[in-house]
């Protein structure tokens, strides 16, 4: 059993920056790929970022390559998600999951924190 908490979200105006965190329980945190997905009202969750369990690879959606950057600190039990640039479209609540692979699709993760809230004015 993974238990997420995120933190880091708020309000920020149009091209500045966040970094998220997502602190994990439990003993298994290094054992799990981890995940960013981002959900805007009235739409679906979309994959944002994830990171493998040793933090070797990562891999984005295609439009944030540049802006985003996932990484995470084992021995914290902790990933994060640098946002640069941001933009009015980036406003969403922020999830992060844990899964056992490094997937783009919100069924690959078994485990989900609460969100948090990003806004970004223009």
């Known amino acids: 059993q993974v238990q997420l908490a995120e933190s880091g979200g708020g309000l920020v105006q149009a091209g500045g920056s966040l970094r998220l965190s997502c602190a994990a329980s439990?003993?298994?945190?290094?054992?799990?790929?981890m995940g960013w997905f981002r959900q805007a009202p009235g739409k679906e969750r979309k994959f944002v970022a994830a990171?493998?369990?040793?933090?070797?690879?990562?891999s984005y959606d295609d439009s944030l390559k540049g802006r985003f950057t996932i990484s995470r600190d084992n021995a914290k039990n902790t990933v994060y998600l640098q946002m640069n640039s941001l933009k009015p479209e980036d406003t969403a609540v922020y999830y992060c999951?844990?899964?056992?692979?490094?997937?783009?699709?919100?069924?690959?993760?078994?485990?989900w924190g609460q969100g948090t809230q990003v806004t970004v004015s223009s």
């Open positions: 999951a844990a899964g056992w692979y490094r997937g783009t699709t919100a069924t690959e993760y078994n485990y």
């Open positions: 990171i493998s369990r040793s933090a070797g690879s990562a």
């Open positions: 439990g003993r298994t945190f290094s054992s799990n790929a």
